[in-house]
């Protein structure tokens, strides 16, 4: 069964760039079939779907962030990485990193807060 750790900063100021990371453990992210996602939950509010990142290296966005977002991977590291560019207070929240396998293994979530 696969592992999943996020890891990134806790604070970031309005107008930076968010950087996270995923680290999976317990199998390839190139596993075929794997999908690799990213999600979050703000405040008082439901899960957001960001991004995934396919087996295949193939990308989707969610359209309300497409402009901002940008996921991408590292399989020398087993890692894959979420940027989210212009943050604004709106986009704190818990980030989760999300693989398919085994039928969806979950990260325990990571506490982001946009604020100067």
């Known amino acids: 069964q696969v592992q999943l750790q996020e890891s990134g900063p806790a604070l970031v100021k309005p107008s930076e760039t968010l950087s996270l990371t995923c680290t999976v453990s317990?199998?390839?992210?190139?596993?075929?079939?794997?999908?690799l996602s990213w999600i979050r939950q703000p405040p008082g509010k439901g899960l957001e779907w960001m991004a995934v990142?396919?087996?295949?290296?193939?990308?989707y966005y969610s359209p309300s962030l497409k402009s901002r977002t940008s996921i991408s991977r590292d399989t020398a590291k087993n890692q894959f990485s979420l940027q989210l560019s212009s943050v604004t207070p709106d986009d704190t929240a818990v980030y989760y990193c999300?693989?398919?396998?085994?039928?969806?293994?979950w990260g325990q979530g990571t506490q982001v807060t946009v604020s100067s």
């Open positions: 999300w693989s398919s396998v085994g039928g969806g293994s």
């Open positions: 317990g199998g390839s992210i190139t596993t075929s079939y794997q999908y």
């Open positions: 990142i396919g087996y295949d290296a193939s990308t």
